[in-house]
C-alpha cells in the first residue's frame, strides 16, 4: 500500500497519535514525533494510563509501523539509530509537549500537575508480524482526582478523540475495583477499561471511577451470579430432604421399609422378611417396591426436557454458543447473539479466558473468539472471518447451529428408545 510521508500533531494531548481532546477549550498544539521523519505512518497507536492510588500516572505511549517492505524496513532502521544517536533531541521535545498539555489540563481541573522522566526507545517486536515500535513514557503528577477512598480518572483529557487506529487503557491500582464507566468501553479487564477507536468522546467523557475492594471485589461479577446460583440449587436440595425426612417422621414409610399388617406398602401387604414388594393378580412376588421405584425416577429423568437456557449462567451461554458456532466466533457476534452491550460481553468473556476455558486473539480490528479444542486447519470456514468483517458469516454460523441441533434431536430420540 502507499504510504504518504506524515507529520504527525499532538491537539492538546498526543499529537503523534493523531488524537484530540478539548480540555479546557484548549488549542492544536504543532509537534513533529519520531515517524515524523520516517516516509511512513503508523499502523497502531497505544495509549496506556497506569493510575497509582495518589492519582499518579504512568503513561506508555506506543507508536507501531508494520515492516511489510524492504523500504519500511530501512525507514525504521534510520528511525532507532538516530533515536540512538541523539535521544535527548526525542525526550526533549516529547516533554515540552507533554508540559504544556498537562498546563492546559491543570487549569481545566484545578489541580497542580506535572510532567517528568520521559523516555524514548525504539525496537523491533515480532507481533506476531514484524512490527517497528517507537515507546515514549513518562510521568503525570495528579493526573487522576482523588475523592476520598475513590479515585475519578478522565476531566485531565476531556473530549479526546481516537482515530481507527488508536486505543486508550486506563488501569487502576491492586486493591480498587471498578465503579463506574462513561462511556461504555470496547473492553472490561481485570484491572483496566479499553477503547478502541473511532471514539470522539464528548465533554465529560472518557470517565472511570474505581473504589477499594469489598470482601468479594476478587470475584467478578460473572462469578458472583455463578456462587448465588450454586447456593440456591443447594439450599433448594437441602429443603427437599429435610421435607423427606419429616415426612418419614410423620409415619410415611419410605419404599423398601419395614412393613406391619396395619401399614399400606406398595403392594398392600409386608413380606415375612419385611421389605415391602409387588405382586402379581395371582400373588406371586414380581419386583422389589424400592427397584419399582428408582426404575420410574429413572424414566420420569429420561423424559425430563432439555435445559433453558434462560437457567444458564453468563460464561455457560457464551461457551455453547461459540461451540454451536463449530468452536470459533467474533466477540461482536456473540454481543449481538445474545443482545449484551459491549461492556458485559468483554467482561465474561475475559473471566472465560483468565479460567483457560475460552482463548482469543486479535483478527484486524475485531476480537475473535475460539474454543481451546479448536483447530482451525479442521475448520473449513475458518478463512471466512479474515474477508467477512460485516458479520456476513452468519449464516454459515447458523447451518452449523442447526446441523448440531439435528445431532442433539437424533441422540435424543435414541436414547428414547
Not at 167 to 192: F, H, N
Not at 276 to 281: I, R
Not at 293 to 310: F, G, H, L, N, R
Request: proline share 4%; charged share 25%.
Amino acid at each position: 500500500m502507499q504510504r504518504a510521508s506524515v507529520v504527525f500533531v499532538v491537539v492538546a494531548l498526543l499529537g503523534a497519535a493523531g488524537l484530540a481532546f478539548g480540555a479546557g477549550g484548549a488549542g492544536a498544539v504543532p509537534f513533529e514525533g519520531g515517524f515524523a521523519q520516517m516516509d511512513v505512518e503508523p499502523d497502531d497507536v497505544s495509549m496506556e494510563v497506569a493510575v497509582g492510588p495518589d492519582g499518579d500516572a504512568q503513561w506508555t505511549v506506543e507508536y507501531r509501523i508494520r515492516l511489510g517492505t524492504d523500504e519500511e524496513e530501512q525507514a525504521f532502521e534510520e528511525l532507532r539509530t538516530d533515536v540512538e544517536n541523539d535521544t535527548e533531541a526525542y525526550t526533549s521535545r516529547f516533554r515540552d509537549r507533554m508540559v504544556s498539555t498537562a498546563a492546559t489540563a491543570e487549569e481545566a481541573t484545578g489541580r497542580n500537575m506535572t510532567v517528568s522522566n520521559a523516555t524514548v526507545t525504539a525496537e523491533r517486536r515480532e507481533l506476531p508480524q514484524s512490527y517497528g515500535v517507537l515507546t515514549y513514557r513518562f510521568e503525570w503528577t495528579n493526573f487522576a482526582a482523588v475523592d476520598g477512598d475513590r479515585l475519578r480518572v478522565g476531566d485531565a483529557v476531556d473530549g479526546l478523540f481516537l482515530d481507527d487506529s488508536s486505543s486508550i487503557i486506563l488501569s487502576w491500582p491492586d486493591g480498587y475495583r471498578l465503579a463506574e464507566t462513561t462511556p461504555d468501553p470496547s473492553e472490561v479487564r481485570d484491572q483496566s477499561v479499553v477503547w478502541n477507536g473511532p471514539v470522539d468522546f464528548s465533554a465529560g467523557q472518557p470517565r472511570i471511577a474505581v473504589a477499594p475492594a469489598g470482601p468479594l471485589a476478587g470475584i467478578p461479577t460473572a462469578g458472583l451470579l455463578a456462587l448465588v446460583a450454586v447456593l440456591v440449587v443447594a439450599g433448594g436440595a437441602v429443603a427437599y430432604r429435610r421435607r423427606n425426612d419429616a415426612g418419614d417422621d410423620t409415619g410415611v414409610p419410605a419404599a423398601g421399609a419395614a412393613g406391619t399388617d396395619d401399614t399400606a406398602t406398595a403392594s398392600g401387604a409386608a413380606g415375612n422378611d419385611g421389605a415391602a414388594s409387588a405382586t402379581d393378580a395371582g400373588g406371586n412376588e414380581t419386583v422389589d417396591a424400592g427397584a419399582a421405584a428408582a426404575t420410574t425416577a429413572s424414566d420420569e429423568s429420561d423424559d425430563s426436557p432439555p435445559v433453558d437456557s434462560d437457567l444458564l449462567s453468563n460464561e455457560e451461554q457464551v461457551l455453547q454458543l461459540v461451540e454451536s458456532e463449530g468452536g470459533r466466533m467474533k466477540q461482536k457476534r456473540v454481543a449481538e447473539e445474545l443482545d449484551w452491550t459491549a461492556a458485559k460481553t468483554s467482561q465474561v468473556v475475559t473471566g472465560l479466558r483468565d479460567e483457560g476455558d475460552l482463548d482469543g486473539f486479535r483478527l484486524g480490528r475485531e476480537n475473535v473468539l475460539s474454543l481451546p479444542e479448536y483447530d482451525p486447519e479442521r475448520d473449513p470456514s475458518a478463512s471466512g472471518d479474515e474477508s467477512d468483517g460485516d458479520g456476513s458469516d452468519s449464516d454459515e454460523g447458523g447451518d452449523e447451529v442447526e446441523s448440531g441441533d439435528d445431532e442433539r434431536d437424533e441422540a435424543g430420540a435414541t436414547g428414547t428408545d
